[in-house]
């Protein structure tokens, strides 16, 4: 054999009780489990190497539902944010808008559009247009060695929209809706696993549910997911919740809901609400998972919670609404008296919006402050040119709590690299998970939170060899201490790397070894392949 832990303690993923035992690796897939205790005559593997686990878990490799390192993976073979956590596995393609698929129009407009979740990309060859394209560029990182992570990619809705309609608030013509529909159909076959949208954000939340309901047909027709940001997490967020229910009910589409949670003073306490419409959709026979982070600020984009007529026309008409004093005075009134529907229909509060990053430089003083106000903000968005990145403290513990206890509950970072001060998610929520929710407050057992982070979405992604300790399956696996660790990031330092994760393995190879990253570039793009 390649490689043998000694006397770990697994905790497979299954969300079964964790047992001792060696676990043999070879050829990059797990070659053989041998418990302690085992029957009289069946030896202990042997290896070129054996790697002493006593006193840690192994696991199987962390899979981050809701990830925003479309570039990352590009620009950074290190990648410790998510590497160092345990995560092995990233899904890309996030809330209705990436790169891929896009013509020279599009891509110009996207990225502007979401400078502040991964920069403009200046640094970036955009040397693809199409799904498969990314996907092969990903393989081909970093000098054909790789990424650091494997990456799974949903179609971006927001994108294809602005592919065949444009930035307009209209309902698409057939033409443009079959266009949208062989956009759809084309990442699927390449590879794409699902599609995204961001009804909070121009210009997907332009589409009506008549329109994203014929896309998810196209979805489920290839047996992907639809993973919605959906239209509020404030005002109305059952509502909208109900929505992508029936939604993907109607089109016989998974549903994937992301960062599920009840957010604003208006839905304090009212998770089991939102459970409650869970469990009837789902005893009634419903496909639904989530995903949650572990902490209560949420992160976007200053520019996103701004009125959706405000976004009309795509970057560089926002910029001239803000710079023309009575209009700038019409999305105040949105803002801060009726209630934005960026800002998920409830007005603003502004000493609740902490700026967690600037694109440019001469701004670096705002990062960690507070807004004070509208003209603060507009000024900020002028001259950054969109790329504000904000930290909203609008979150409920009891909520996260309750939320991350679902049956069918997973986790994802929602992390946003970008910025000075990020939010502490991008390198925290695992192990955050692991040691907060599990050890010192009890939320999740270890068996059930591993499960939740590994088997539960390897199932949703159809993952038919990952995500559960078992042999046969590809070695992807995470060696923990269960009393030691912890998230480093905090908001002060929240690039901070998490303690107690000496060991990640990656199709076998350590991509963290001994606590260290090693220069492995193990990962690849996942693609749906049925």
Not at 165 to 190: F, I, K, S, Y
Not at 444 to 466: F, K
């Amino acid at each position: 054999m390649d490689l043998v832990f000694r006397d770990a303690e697994v905790v497979d993923g299954t969300g079964g009780p964790s047992y001792r035992a060696d676990v043999a690796i070879d050829g990059g897939r797990i070659a053989a489990i041998v418990k302690e205790g085992a029957a009289a005559g069946c030896q202990r593997p042997t290896a070129r190497r054996v790697v002493d686990a006593e006193g840690l878990a192994l696991s199987p490799g962390f899979i981050d539902m809701h990830a925003h390192s479309d570039l990352a993976l590009l620009r950074d073979p290190d990648h410790s944010a998510k590497a160092a956590q345990g995560v092995t596995l990233e899904v890309l393609g996030q809330d209705g808008l990436s790169y891929a698929p896009v013509d020279d129009r599009t891509l110009a407009e996207v990225r502007g559009a979401i400078t502040g979740w991964n920069g403009y990309g200046d640094d970036i060859d955009f040397d693809w247009r199409t799904v498969g394209g990314y996907l092969d560029r990903l393989d081909g990182a970093h000098g054909g060695r790789g990424i650091a992570v494997n990456a799974a990619y949903l179609v971006p809705q927001g994108t294809v929209r602005m592919h065949a309609v444009g930035w307009e608030d209209r309902p698409a013509t057939e033409a443009e809706l079959n266009r949208m529909r062989r956009l759809v159909a084309e990442g699927l076959e390449q590879g794409a696993v699902g599609m995204s949208s961001g009804l909070t954000y121009t210009p997907g939340m332009y589409a009506p549910d008549a329109e994203l309901t014929e896309l998810c047909r196209v979805v489920a027709e290839y047996d992907g997911y639809y993973c919605p940001h959906h239209r509020s997490y404030g005002a109305g967020a059952l509502r909208a919740y109900q929505e992508m229910i029936t939604l993907a009910q109607d089109a016989g589409c998974a549903l994937h809901l992301a960062h599920a949670t009840m957010n604003f003073g208006v839905n304090r306490g009212r998770a089991p609400e939102l459970l409650a419409l869970l469990d009837e959709a789902l005893d009634a026979g419903a496909d639904i998972t989530l995903d949650t982070y572990p902490y209560t600020p949420g992160c976007t984009s200053l520019v996103a919670v701004l009125p959706s007529w405000a976004g009309e026309g795509g970057p560089e008409a926002v910029l001239a609404r803000l710079r023309d004093d009575e209009t700038a005075e019409r999305v105040r009134h949105h803002l801060e008296v009726v209630g934005s529907d960026g800002c998920h229909g409830v007005p603003v509060e502004w000493d609740t919006i902490e700026v967690s990053g600037v694109s440019d430089p001469a701004l670096a003083e705002f990062p960690g402050r507070r807004l004070d106000g509208w003209p603060t903000a507009r000024r900020l968005l002028i001259e950054d040119r969109l790329g504000t990145t904000i930290l909203q403290h609008v979150g409920h513990e009891e909520n996260v709590r309750a939320i991350m206890r679902h049956r069918v509950h997973t986790g994802g970072s929602d992390g946003i690299l970008q910025g000075l001060k990020p939010h502490p998610r991008a390198y925290g929520t695992f192990p955050r998970y692991l040691g907060r929710y599990v050890r010192e407050l009890g939320v999740l057992s270890l068996e059930e939170c591993v499960a939740h982070l590994t088997a539960r979405p390897a199932a949703r992604l159809r993952l038919p060899d990952r995500g559960v300790v078992r042999e046969g399956y590809v070695a992807d696996l995470v060696l923990f201490d269960p009393e030691s660790v912890a998230a480093g990031a905090t908001y002060s330092a929240p690039r901070t790397l998490p303690v107690g994760i000496p060991h990640v393995l990656i199709d076998g190879r350590f991509v963290v070894e001994d606590g260290r990253r090693t220069d492995v570039l193990a990962g690849r793009s996942i693609r749906r392949t049925h």
